[in-house]
């Protein structure tokens, strides 16, 4: 019922930054939450941030004042800015929709994008 696209990760040195872009697509008329998480090897997924419907927004506090999330509602899209990279937020970032209004007045949850690596690396 929604797809997901993320673009915008790749290789980054240390003190760089790069913007994340993800678009929701599909048969739905509206999106509650939207997020990112992210995985590094070895370790599991984590939230990074997320923006609810109205717009309030949570980062984790390793990315407080590095990182922010942000939400185009026209665009059914979700961004995450990444600055002042470092060699610890290497992993793959994924977009994530938590629940979504169908056209038919349902309701689904737990949509996952297929994943953009984020590399820091010198």
């Known amino acids: 019922q929604v797809q997901l696209v993320e673009s915008g990760g790749g290789l980054v040195q240390p003190g760089g930054s790069l913007r994340l872009s993800c678009v929701a697509s599909?048969?739905?008329?509206?999106?509650?939450?939207m997020g990112w998480y992210r995985q590094a090897p070895g370790k599991e997924r984590e939230l990074v941030g997320d923006v609810n419907i109205r717009g309030t927004t949570f980062v984790r506090d390793s990315v407080k004042g590095r990182f922010a999330i942000s939400r185009d509602n026209a665009k059914n899209a979700v961004y995450l800015q990444m600055n002042n990279l470092k060699p610890e937020d290497t992993a793959v970032y994924y977009c994530n929709v938590d629940r979504v209004g169908l056209l038919d007045g349902g309701t689904e949850f737990d949509y996952w994008g297929q994943g953009t690596q984020v590399t820091v690396s010198s």
């Open positions: 599909g048969n739905f008329s509206s999106i509650f939450g």
